[in-house]
């Protein structure tokens, strides 16, 4: 048992797997993990809920105005040996995976008043170090200062497929067509917006994993996480 507990920071594209890393890390190291992008997801479910946004509009201030109201908690769930996102007290891990909100929630993430609630949550997460965390910004406006901080990437085709297949195993009806589309738009709003855009810290490792296994890869990143312990 290591007494010294760091921060962990694992940033990239859209499905990359950094959920799946984040997850086995956690377990492994007995550490918190936090998915932030499940935040963000949460607050576009509660955006479109309210009507805010719509194919035909976006009530940017409408929803700002509305922030306060939004609260956000992760609930551990013993069945699933993982923690669920709820919003306003109700679980909403399900509803937060859809395509509608992966259609919208990059247009919600790029909201700095969105953000500026967000980062503050994820801060006070991390106070005690010993976590997990994977988004966009982690290592560049989160945390900063995390003692490893590893960025991840993979071709565009290889995340739809996997993506792909982890939706339509869950029963969802959707085209592999669609979910690429998804995912390249995204990853274009997502490294353009003004506020805290996706992008590899100075002080990250890259881990491209197009071609490399789970397990592979968890042995990889444990061992530099070993490192710094
Ligand atoms: O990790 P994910 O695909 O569930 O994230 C959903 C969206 O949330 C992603 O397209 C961009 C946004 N996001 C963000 O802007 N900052 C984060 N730290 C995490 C996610």
Do not use: C
Request: proline share 2%; glycine share 6%.
């Amino acid at each position: 048992m290591q007494d010294k507990k760091i921060t962990i920071a694992i940033d990239g594209f859209s499905s990359t797997g950094k959920s799946t890393l984040a997850k086995q890390l956690a377990r492994r190291l007995n550490y918190i993990y936090v998915d932030t992008g499940a935040m963000y997801r949460a607050v576009t479910l509660y955006a479109l809920q309210q009507g805010f946004i719509s194919v035909s509009h976006f009530d940017e201030q409408g929803l700002v105005t509305h922030l306060p109201k939004v609260t956000l908690k992760f609930v551990f769930n013993t069945e699933v040996a993982h923690s669920e996102v709820f919003l306003n007290n109700v679980n909403v891990e399900h509803d937060i995976r859809s395509m509608e909100v992966s259609n919208y929630v990059s247009k919600i993430a790029a909201l700095p008043q969105v953000r500026e609630k967000l980062v503050e949550q994820q801060r006070f997460m991390g106070r005690e170090k010993g976590i997990v965390m994977d988004g966009r910004d982690i290592g560049t406006v989160v945390f900063p200062d995390a003692e490893l901080k590893i960025f991840m990437t993979a071709g565009a085709d290889a995340r739809a497929r996997r993506r792909f297949d982890e939706l339509t195993g869950q029963g969802r009806d959707v085209s592999y067509e669609e979910v690429l589309k998804n995912i390249e738009e995204r990853d274009y709003i997502d490294s353009n917006r003004k506020d805290s855009p996706l992008q590899k810290a100075v002080d990250a490792i890259e881990v491209d994993n197009t071609n490399l296994s789970i397990d592979a890869q968890f042995e990889k990143i444990l061992k530099l996480a070993t490192a710094v312990l």
